[in-house]
Nanobody
Framework: VQLQASGGGYVQAGGSLRLSCAAS????????MGWFRQAPGKGREFVAA????????IYADSAKGRFTISRDNAKNTVTLQMNSLKLEDTAAYYC???????????????????WGQGTQVTVSS
């Protein structure tokens, strides 16, 4: 599967952005999908992930209550709605997919086999 992330940009603190990840090559409904982020000088950090049916989702503590992961399997897309953005949310955001057949959610980047390119989110004061 190939993943293409989009929707990043500049936003003031307290604002919102909606990131999208388009999957091609194989239906996104076959995969557990996740979002990660990486700020300059830092490691890749888990943000959110969901099962194909959205029956189960997990979030980083920093994202709970502010970010929502959703999926449109018909359109092969996964989105990350980010509200109440903070300066510390500034990072490159990546969508990722676990291998087909794996049904367990994970917060570990090493457990995701497929990655899209990053989309930059910059939050200013």
């Amino acid at each position: 599967v190939q993943l293409q992330a989009s929707g990043g940009g500049y936003v003031q603190a307290g604002g919102s952005l909606r990131l999208s990840c388009a999957a091609s090559g194989r239906a996104a409904s076959s995969y557990i999908m996740g979002w990660f982020r990486q700020a300059p000088g830092k490691g890749r950090e888990f943000v959110a992930a969901s099962t194909p049916s959205l029956g189960n989702s997990i979030y980083a503590d920093s994202a709970k209550g502010r970010f929502t992961i959703s999926r449109d399997n018909a359109k092969n897309t996964v989105t990350l709605q980010m509200n109440s953005l903070k300066l510390e949310d500034t990072a490159a955001y990546y969508c990722a997919a676990r291998a087909v057949g794996i049904t367990v959610l994970s917060r570990a980047a090493s457990q995701y086999k497929y990655w899209g390119q990053g989309t930059q989110v910059t939050v200013s004061s």
